[in-house]
């Protein structure tokens, strides 16, 4: 009898032990939507350079989702000359119209990716992460517009973004509250957000978001003199909005304790993954098992949370 009750007692943990783990997994955890963005991007598309058909491809499938969303996606073409050769490309822009004020958010990413590997990391990640939250913010009620902007031939110079915030009208840039920039966040050991160093409100923000929900969010620990505590350098899309006199956060994976103390070596094991071959989505999940997708979910997470809560300087 004592057999019986403990076998019927051991089937119901397992049948509980089952309950929980699909409570805590639902259809819409966040970060699912990112990874088959990434996917598609990476997989269903591959290495989008610069310039080239495949860029265009993204671009295509990008404004495609936005416009799925309900968002008029806007795109921006220009042209720029590197190394004497003239390329063309573009932005893709689209508006989260709040209807009640001009002030406004711009959250960027580039969506390019480098000649070597497939770009998961290095930005796909990003791409992902910013279509799954502009889904979840689809129906919500801001106090500020939110301009969300897929910056073309970022491993190039800077070329989408330069472009873009140096043809902002001087009105625009007055109304801009902050630009929130995130590349390469699938490979690094830790994750990070960092501000400009006398404009830190909404990377502090985004610490004390990450804190309530117990995601592990750091800034970097300013190891290195060159980059002080709570600050980037200017090597990605922040820094044109940056020189423009706009507050920037920017949010990445890497790691700032190892290497050259820079943020370049992202990870202890292999060292750096962006610009190179293992930028990848089947070496990620080998070398590294669940970490892309719970740096999609962090990401996720706090992107959301902080669109949401940036009331600072709202008028």
Known sequence: MKKLQLALLAGLLVLSGFTIQAKAAPQNHPGKLAYKHVEYLTEGIGPRVAGTEN???????????????????DVQPFSYTRKNVTKN????????????????????????????GKGADDNASSVGV??????????????????????????????????????????????????INLDSLLAGD??????????GWIRDLALNIAGKKKIPLETNPG?????????????SDHAPFKKAGI????????????????????????GAIWHTENDNLTFLNTAFPGRPQERLYQFTTILTELLADMKHEVK
């Open 89 to 116: 490309s573009a932005n893709i822009v689209a508006l989260k119209d709040s209807k009640k004020t001009t002030k406004q958010i711009i959250v960027g990413a580039h969506y390019d990716s480098a000649k070597i």
């Open 247 to 270: 507050p920037i956060a920017y949010l990445e994976a890497t790691n700032w304790e190892i290497g050259d103390l820079d943020g370049y070596t992202q990870t202890i094991e292999h």
């Open 130 to 179: 910013i279509l799954e939250t502009a889904k979840k913010l689809q129906h919500r009620n801001l106090p500020y517009d939110v301009k969300f902007i897929f910056f073309g031939a970022e491993e190039e110079g800077l070329q989408g973004s330069s472009y873009y915030a140096n043809n902002m009208k001087n009105a625009e840039i007055k109304n801009t509250i902050a630009m």
């Open 190 to 199: 830790n994750i990070y957000v960092y501000g400009s160093a006398d404009q």
């Open 55 to 73: 860029e265009g491809k993204a671009r295509t499938y990008i404004a495609e989702e936005l416009n799925k969303l309900g968002f008029k996606a």
């Open 223 to 235: 190891l290195n003199p060159e980059y002080p505590a709570g600050t980037t350098g200017d090597w």
